[in-house]
């Protein structure tokens, strides 16, 4: 018999790490455990909601469970910018593929270029990241005009959504700074374990196979959508029109939400949303389709993706049977960025996707259009402006009522499935210990 009421919001990854440590009740919306990691399969084609989710970093605990739960492979990273050459600053890299991370490869932008970014980032000895400024500045001061003019400017204006010159500049390991490799790069002895990503697992049944796994151990509630928190009365309203007195709460909503449900604030920081067009494609007989990379970043679309990945790079049992041939068929997530609250229209989205199998044909990357599948992930990316406490005060302020907001969107936060894995059982163990 516990010696409170405690329940856990969201059947995602940190909200299943919660409910397999502590055993309390979990409220999840949907019908299914995962959250946007989950596996799916159309016409054959194994794609993902929030497109490739590789599980990197964790620690050996971690790791282990994750493969006790669901038997995984491991991958080595194999991801590269691809240049399209469409703006002016790029035209002379048009169709290069410089391998990530680019400031750690320069000697392939060739030795002019190279020289002029590798004098401007020696010239400049000011790296520091600092919550003060924004991450245009930030980009600027570490990486020089060049290379902000050739990279960083266009691919952030579309990964960003052209936040990035309002938000604070990002966990530096997305885009690592090391003079070192800076240097060893531009003269073509490029590090290549840098990155948050060097090495990703993955499961052989597929993500939601491990979401499924893990939800058996689970006491999750599903189709039970929390609409209001009363923090008075310590009250959840329930979409099914229960009310349910709660001692203590995890949840793993996106904080902006909860925040508002609770009505505690209507106040946010930005987000990004992210459109994933899911391609199962045939891939043309050239050079360029067989790159054999798990993912390009694409500074210069013409219809604003930012990413493309190949599933089917990574393992090719994400194509039909009848089609399991890497270099003829691909399955393919393509991503591009809008600014919270800005989602297109159905009209908006049947020209994105004509756009993109245009540009994509046009370069040599793809054939023919099999399938295509659209997925919208709401609260994808979550940005602070400079100097911003809001997340610290927010926080404070929920958990003065026994509410802890965690997980990627719950703590507003960059982190992937194994630390939200981590994180969920991390904070069911103590609540449950305080239960006992
Ligand atoms: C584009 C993109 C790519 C990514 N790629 C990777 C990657 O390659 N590798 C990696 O490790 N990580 C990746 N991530 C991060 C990864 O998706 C997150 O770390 C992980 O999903 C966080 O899990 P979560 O449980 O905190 O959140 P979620 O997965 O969002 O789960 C929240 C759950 O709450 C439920 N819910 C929402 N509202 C309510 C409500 N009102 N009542 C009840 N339930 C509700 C939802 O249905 C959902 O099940 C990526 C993220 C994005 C956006």
Request: proline share 4%; hydrophobic share 35%; net charge neutral.
């Given at each position: 018999?516990?010696?409170?009421?405690?329940?856990?919001?969201?059947?995602?990854?940190?909200?299943?790490?919660?409910?397999?440590?502590?055993?309390?009740?979990?409220?999840?919306?949907?019908?299914?455990?995962?959250?946007?990691?989950?596996?799916?399969?159309?016409?054959?084609?194994?794609?993902?909601?929030?497109?490739g989710h590789w599980i990197f970093g964790g620690d050996k605990f971690i790791l282990d469970l994750i493969n006790k739960f669901s038997k995984c492979k491991r991958y080595?990273?194999?991801?590269?910018?691809?240049?399209?050459?469409?703006?002016?600053?790029?035209?002379?890299?048009?169709?290069?593929?410089?391998?990530?991370?680019?400031?750690?490869?320069?000697?392939?932008?060739?030795?002019?270029?190279?020289?002029?970014?590798?004098?401007?980032?020696l010239l400049n000895k000011k790296s520091y990241i600092s919550n003060d400024i924004t991450m245009e500045e930030w980009l600027k001061i570490n990486f020089g005009q060049?290379?902000?003019?050739?990279?960083?400017?266009?691919?952030?204006?579309?990964?960003?959504?052209?936040?990035?010159?309002?938000?604070?500049?990002?966990?530096?390991?997305?885009?690592?700074?090391?003079?070192?490799?800076?240097?060893?790069?531009?003269?073509?002895?490029?590090?290549?374990?840098?990155?948050?990503?060097?090495?990703?697992?993955?499961?052989?049944?597929?993500?939601?196979?491990?979401?499924?796994?893990?939800?058996?151990?689970?006491?999750?509630?599903?189709?039970?959508?929390?609409?209001?928190?009363?923090?008075?009365?310590?009250?959840?309203?329930?979409?099914?029109?229960?009310?349910?007195?709660?001692?203590?709460?995890?949840?793993?909503?996106?904080?902006?939400?909860?925040?508002?449900?609770?009505?505690?604030?209507?106040?946010?920081?930005?987000?990004?949303?992210?459109?994933?067009?899911?391609?199962?494609?045939?891939?043309?007989?050239?050079?360029?389709?067989?790159?054999?990379?798990?993912?390009?970043?694409?500074?210069?679309?013409?219809?604003?993706?930012?990413?493309?990945?190949?599933?089917?790079?990574?393992?090719?049992?994400?194509?039909?049977?009848?089609?399991?041939?890497?270099?003829?068929?691909?399955?393919?997530?393509?991503?591009?960025?809008?600014?919270?609250?800005?989602?297109?229209?159905?009209?908006?989205?049947?020209?994105?996707?004509?756009?993109?199998?245009?540009?994509?044909?046009?370069?040599?990357?793809?054939?023919?259009?099999?399938?295509?599948?659209?997925?919208?992930?709401?609260?994808?990316?979550?940005?602070?402006?400079?100097?911003?406490?809001?997340?610290?005060?927010?926080?404070?302020?929920?958990?003065?009522?026994?509410?802890?907001?965690?997980?990627?969107?719950?703590?507003?936060?960059?982190?992937?499935?194994?630390?939200?894995?981590?994180?969920?059982?991390?904070?069911?163990?103590?609540?449950?210990?305080?239960?006992?």
């Amino acid at each position: 018999m516990s010696a409170y009421n405690t329940f856990i919001i969201g059947a995602g990854f940190t909200g299943l790490g919660a409910g397999l440590a502590s055993g309390f009740k979990i409220f999840e919306a949907t019908d299914k455990p995962g959250g946007i990691c989950a596996s799916y399969r159309k016409e054959g084609f194994r794609f993902e909601i929030g497109g490739g989710h590789w599980i990197f970093g964790g620690d050996k605990f971690i790791l282990d469970l994750i493969n006790k739960f669901s038997k995984c492979k491991r991958y080595f990273r194999k991801s590269a910018v691809f240049f399209t050459g469409n703006l002016e600053e790029t035209k002379k890299l048009k169709f290069k593929f410089i391998d990530y991370p680019i400031q750690n490869n320069l000697y392939a932008l060739g030795d002019k270029i190279a020289s002029q970014v590798l004098k401007e980032i020696l010239l400049n000895k000011k790296s520091y990241i600092s919550n003060d400024i924004t991450m245009e500045e930030w980009l600027k001061i570490n990486f020089g005009q060049t290379l902000f003019s050739i990279f960083f400017a266009p691919f952030h204006e579309r990964y960003t959504a052209g936040l990035y010159k309002e938000i604070a500049p990002q966990d530096p390991y997305k885009t690592p700074f090391d003079i070192k490799s800076v240097i060893d790069g531009a003269l073509g002895n490029p590090n290549k374990s840098v990155g948050y990503n060097v090495s990703f697992i993955y499961p052989e049944d597929g993500l939601d196979s491990l979401a499924w796994e893990i939800a058996k151990l689970c006491n999750t509630q599903y189709e039970s959508k929390l609409e209001k928190i009363d923090i008075e009365t310590k009250t959840l309203i329930l979409s099914d029109g229960k009310d349910i007195k709660f001692d203590f709460l995890i949840s793993t909503l996106p904080l902006n939400k909860l925040l508002k449900i609770t009505g505690i604030s209507n106040e946010e920081e930005p987000y990004t949303s992210v459109l994933v067009l899911n391609m199962g494609v045939e891939l043309p007989d050239n050079k360029i389709s067989k790159h054999g990379f798990h993912w390009l970043y694409v500074p210069d679309s013409l219809s604003g993706f930012h990413r493309v990945g190949y599933y089917s790079n990574v393992d090719p049992t994400f194509l039909p049977e009848r089609l399991r041939n890497p270099e003829k068929y691909g399955s393919l997530y393509i991503e591009f960025a809008f600014r919270g609250g800005e989602k297109p229209s159905d009209e908006d989205l049947r020209e994105i996707i004509e756009k993109t199998e245009d540009e994509l044909r046009e370069y040599g990357l793809i054939k023919k259009c099999l399938v295509v599948d659209p997925t919208w992930i709401e609260v994808a990316y979550t940005w602070r402006k400079p100097r911003s406490n809001w997340l610290e005060k927010s926080l404070d302020k929920l958990a003065e009522k026994n509410i802890f907001s965690i997980g990627r969107y719950g703590r507003w936060s960059f982190q992937g499935i194994a630390e939200s894995l981590k994180e969920g059982i991390w904070v069911g163990s103590v609540l449950k210990l305080k239960n006992s």
